[in-house]
Nanobody, 118 residues
Framework: QVHLVESGGGLVQAAGSLRLSCAAS????????MGWFRQAPGKEREFVAR???????TYADSVKGRFTISRDNAENTVYLQMNSLKPEDTAVYYC????????????WGQGTQVTVSS
């Protein structure tokens, strides 16, 4: 069982930056690929970024070149550095742990709100 807690959200002006953190407890994050997702009001949850256990990142096209996912297994934390933020990035951001060998995100945090003003 993995318990995930996101932090770092807030209100920022367009073109600004935020860094989200996802701290894990219960088990080592090194055993999991990790993902960031977001859900805007009235919209379905969407994929933002993923980092494999070996550190290989993948991104949604909408954030490529602006967001960077990273992990610090020693700190049991995953990060999402968000630069050049746009109003359309406004959403609740969630981190999730992908169950090894299954490819399903089984563990989720409670989310952190990111609001980008124009």
């Amino acid at each position: 069982q993995v318990h995930l807690v996101e932090s770092g959200g807030g209100l920022v002006q367009a073109a600004g930056s935020l860094r989200l953190s996802c701290a894990a407890s219960g088990r080592s994050l090194g055993s999991y690929a990790m993902g960031w997702f977001r859900q805007a009001p009235g919209k379905e949850r969407e994929f933002v970024a993923r980092i494999s256990r070996s550190g290989l990142p993948t991104y949604a096209d909408s954030v490529k070149g602006r967001f960077t996912i990273s992990r610090d297994n020693a700190e049991n934390t995953v990060y999402l550095q968000m630069n050049s933020l746009k109003p359309e990035d406004t959403a609740v951001y969630y981190c999730a742990a992908e169950r090894p060998g299954i490819g399903r995100y089984d563990y989720w945090g409670q989310g952190t709100q990111v609001t980008v003003s124009s």
